[in-house]
């Protein structure tokens, strides 16, 4: 695959092992995106010109792909936005504003969270007094599902969850938590880990809202999807009302535009639209998710394979092939992390180090943090050797 990906050809010794942080661009996308801003960029939303028309159909395209992708019906509870942290303010502070959430009430998330679900929640507990309760995990990295129940009272209000933990990759089971689940509750999830690698279907996840970032499916940085259900956008008003979220402007009223620009107040970024767009018809055209998980399938297991053979290095992991994905978090008890990532760098090998954005789970785990080396379709056993030789040489 590393043929369509022009990064490796202009970086002839470039191993990436860091698709989880995000992935690299394939030229299907990258020529894409240089077509368009070379022959027909435009506005979007108001003019009647051709390339304003080019530009309205591929906004338009780019939802409904990603809809079908999520085995949604339609593109106007797909909503634009920025990144993690934006997405999910975007939702707390909507859910604040049009008093979904009270003060006292409870916000269910899980110890494995990124800190872009833990963070716009501790806003709130400061804003309003709201109370974030963290559900622990089994030993075997698996949601505890009685823990849950246990913390599932009648004042939690949000139930927010990581479908892919981006330490651990344990898949949750989150059909068992939709089944608990009461109608007075809402139910996120974050598919930021889950959307690159597995079929994400939100009929069957049954969820309220969920969101994803799509520079780690091949697509540009800084571009954010929440899907939601319609019943629940039309009852929530914008938080955030300017530009093309307004549809009536007075001296002293207005009125928000509907589904789904009510809540993308601005000018959007059409060529990250249309790089989303290209990225899932390249996965479409070419591989497919099910291609995809099968070549994923051999590197996770080769990979495997070469850690187990190996006692001083210690991989964060539930044990269950089944129900996770490409991604190894390790440590080894005697180095900082950062000292193995650094290695890796002095020898052309980009890996990622540190806390990865869950820090209450580092401290969960007693631990201070851990090396990640992840892996995506462009990826070889080749690449795989090459780390495992840099991490002997230096650390066995
Ligand atoms: C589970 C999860 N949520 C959120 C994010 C944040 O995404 P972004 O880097 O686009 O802000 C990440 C990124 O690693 C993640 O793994």
Redesign the pocket.
């Known amino acids: 695959m590393k043929k369509d990906f022009p990064i490796f050809k202009n970086n002839k010794d470039l191993i990436f092992l860091d698709s989880?942080?995000?992935t690299q661009k394939p030229s299907y996308v990258i020529n894409w995106i240089s077509e368009y801003l070379s022959n027909s960029y435009s506005n979007i939303h108001r003019w009647l010109y051709d390339i304003a028309i080019n530009s309205e159909k591929i906004y338009f395209d780019s939802k409904q792909k990603v809809a079908e992708f999520l085995s949604w019906d339609s593109y106007k509870e797909i909503i634009y936005t920025y990144?993690?942290?934006y997405a999910l303010n975007l939702i707390s502070q909507t859910l604040r504003y049009n008093k979904v959430l009270n003060p006292w009430d409870k916000v269910l998330v899980s110890i494995v969270e990124?800190h872009?679900?833990i963070v716009p929640w501790l806003i709130l507990k400061e804003e309003i007094w709201i109370e974030l309760e963290f559900v622990n995990i089994k030993d075997d990295f698996s949601l505890d599902i009685e823990d849950f129940e246990k913390k599932y009272d009648s004042r939690v209000k949000v139930i927010a969850l990581?479908h892919?933990?981006?330490v651990t990759w344990e898949i949750f089971d989150l059909e068992k938590v939709w089944k608990l689940k009461r109608d007075d509750t809402l139910f996120i999830v974050?598919a930021?880990?889950s959307f690159p690698h597995i079929k994400v279907d939100v009929k069957k996840l049954n969820c309220d809202m969920l969101f994803f970032?799509w520079?780690?499916i091949m697509a540009d940085?800084w571009i954010?999807v929440i899907y939601a259900k319609k019943e629940l956008l039309e009852k929530l008003n914008p938080v955030f009302s300017w530009g093309w979220a307004i549809n009536e402007v007075k001296q002293c009223s207005f009125r928000s535009s509907n589904l789904p620009y009510k809540f993308e107040p601005w000018t959007p970024n059409i060529t990250w639209a249309l790089s989303l767009l290209k990225a899932l018809e390249y996965i479409e055209n070419i591989w497919w998710l099910e291609k995809l998980k099968e070549i994923e399938d051999k590197l996770v297991e080769y990979a495997l394979n070469e850690f187990n053979k190996r006692d001083y290095i210690k991989l964060i992991w539930g044990k269950n092939l089944k129900s996770r994905v490409w991604v190894f978090s390790f440590y080894i008890s005697w180095i900082n992390s950062l000292d193995i990532a650094d290695i890796m760098a002095e020898n052309n090998i980009a890996i990622r180090a540190w806390q990865?954005?869950t820090e209450p789970f580092m401290d969960y785990l007693g631990i201070r943090s851990s090396a990640r080396m992840s892996l995506y379709i462009y990826n070889s056993t080749d690449d795989i050797d090459k780390f495992f030789k840099v991490l002997d040489d230096n650390f066995k």
């Open positions: 989880t942080s995000t990144n993690s942290n990124h872009s679900n990581t892919i933990s981006n974050d930021s880990q970032t520079h780690k940085s954010w990865h954005c």
